[in-house]
């Protein structure tokens, strides 16, 4: 059963950077598409970014141009490179799977941008 754990969360001023990272278990990481979604409160959980088993990317219009994804199939890693942070983007910070979970949800790491 693959388990994700996030990191990398924490309070940023407006304009600061944050990158988190997520470790999963298992061995079929590589074969997955992996995305980031964020949830913040009051909101229901919205994607921000994915990233297929070949590299190729997509994010959410409100992060392009500020948000890089990344993975490291050798290490069964992700991570999401986050730059010019804005209060907007305060939310917690999950992976999964993309389209859609292929494990539990982790806890998540918080984001705060706040000055």
């Known amino acids: 059963q693959v388990q994700l754990v996030e990191s990398g969360g924490g309070l940023v001023q407006p304009g600061g950077s944050l990158r988190l990272s997520c470790a999963a278990s298992g061995s079929t990481f590589s074969i997955y598409a992996m995305g980031w979604y964020r949830q913040a409160p009051g909101k229901q959980r919205e994607w921000v970014a994915f990233?297929?088993?070949?590299?190729?990317?997509k994010y959410r219009d409100s992060v392009k141009g500020r948000f890089t994804i990344s993975r490291d199939n050798g290490k069964n890693t992700l991570d999401l490179q986050m730059n010019n942070l804005k209060p907007e983007d305060t939310a917690v910070y999950y992976c999964n799977g993309w389209p859609g979970p292929f494990a539990a949800w982790g806890q998540g790491t918080q984001v705060t941008v706040s000055s």
């Open positions: 990233i297929t088993s070949g590299g190729s990317t």
